[in-house]
């Protein structure tokens, strides 16, 4: 549970009238006010420690056949060994008709934004994107399937919210992959009221975590806010705004964590609700320009704090080949084995700076099958093995390109930060002082 203090700072900016004001028009015309939190949310300390768990393979374990390669699979995280328990809350707001700027089907054509061609018509979301396949909400639930696909049942639950001028809870937490399928299908093209009822889907998500509460495990729970508008409801933009901080508040109490991707709203700054609602759980704020973006922003979400998973063969000094380190801290990766005994080194890092490493044995005897049907069995062995990292292959690079991406646009923002602070000191600077 978060310091007394951030909940505290949170329902004074509340009382005290500090509160991000909600923008008239309830979306990015008019972004809200400056909401005065400060922007230490949490006391800094330590760095935690991190944890390593191998799952594949077993200490001493023995590979043979004629290539040697094996799978090494496990989990990290950051202080207590947890599980997670994810909500996903989707926006399904009338706006999230509108075209998200990505071709979210990939069938080559790029759905564009379009106004009704007759306002004098009832409402009609559906008259805002010339292709319903490339719109916001399918974004989002693009996004959250390739979520829900990285991530391990065994160790991580998921729950589903959809919200507009109300919230539901549409997938208890710890549904299985058919329930949160069929929800996802049963929201394409649903789309809901022009209204968005922030507070009402953070009490909901809220909701489910605490229902499907495990006493004897210890597990952390995050929610996840997809949306594309401020807050419009209950009441002004304003108490709207108001009432999704309170019910943040609530939600940091019991623990929880909040991550909120803000999709193709224009602020005036950082100073948002989403990232207000971020800052003081302790969570993540993202505000994506494009908002089809987000099928590439949601499944990299770090619900685990490891920053990365290094495999090697100590024996041989060779690394890892596509390995791959999921949002919920579970990893896996291939090593190429020399013949006899190979020293296995698995090194985990947070997001903080600190390591664990960990150490096992495997044991390759390289020779040729005895009879027909275990080369047959090696044979299919290294089809797959071969198919896999085919597979594993095109995901990491494309995990690559995506991370080459955000790395631009990090050097951009920072190259224009320093530029604009130099303005600044030039325009300060005494009179003579200047060139």
Known sequence: MPPAWVTSTLLAALLGGLVVAAPTQARADDPPADAGIPDRAFEEGAPQPVWLEWTAPEDDERVEGPVGWVEVRGWAGVGNRVRHDVVIV??????????????????????????????????????????????????????????????????TRIGLVAFASGARILAPLGSDMERIDAVLRDLEGSFGSGSTNLAEAIARATEALQAGEISHERRRKTILVLSDGFPTVPGTPRLAAERALEEASAAVDLGVRLNTFALGLETAGTEDVYAVVARVSGGAYRRLDRPGEIIHELPRVDLADVAGVEIDNLTTGTTGRAVRVRPDGSFDGFLRLADGDNRIRVNARSDAGSERSDHRVVVFDEREPRDADEAAAFDERIRILKRTLAHRRVETELVNEIEAARAQRRALVIGVEDRDTAVSAGDDAPEGARQ
């Open 90 to 155: 989707i926006d399904v707001s009338g706006s999230t008709a509108v075209a998200s700027g990505v071709d979210v089907d990939g069938d080559g054509t790029l759905g564009k934004r379009r106004r009704r061609l007759d306002p004098l018509r009832s409402y009609n979301p559906r008259h805002y994107s010339s292709d319903l396949d490339d719109t916001v909400l399918s974004a989002e639930l693009v996004a959250t399937r390739r979520l829900v696909s990285l991530l391990d049942p065994d160790r």
